[in-house]
């Protein structure tokens, strides 16, 4: 896979809400990507647990090379779409945790993604 990059070169930071990364039974959103697009200013995300597309803005960049998305916003596909699947009637309790910064290298762009 690779060398793992120096903390500037390549890396894109990923500030999901606290509230909205846990899913409960210590599974977290950001764990659990399985695909991102960008467009424009935006980063759209998607995980295999959820019925929901989470956009992070891009922010402030980081330093040379390294750039940071973050305003996280949650939008349930039961908003647009007429899905099978009803929606939680509660949402996962929130635990106060830290987060930890994991690197994940794309395969194709070259670039680290890690959450803050």
Excluded at 67 to 84: I, K, M, S
Aim: some cysteine; glycine content about 6%.
């Amino acid at each position: 896979m690779g060398t793992k990059p120096d903390a500037t070169q390549n890396v894109a930071t990923l500030e999901f809400d606290p509230e909205r990364n846990e899913l409960g039974k210590d599974k977290r959103l950001r764990d659990g990507l399985s695909v991102a697009v960008q467009i424009g200013a935006n980063l759209w995300l998607a995980n295999d647990e959820t019925i929901s597309l989470e956009r992070l803005t891009r922010l402030a960049d980081a330093g040379q090379d390294a750039c940071r998305y973050g305003r996280h916003r949650q939008f349930p596909l039961n908003d647009y779409l007429a899905l099978p699947v009803p929606l939680p009637t509660t949402r996962p309790i929130w635990r106060k945790s830290i987060s930890k910064a994991w690197p994940l290298r794309a395969a194709t762009s070259g670039w680290w993604v890690r959450t803050a």
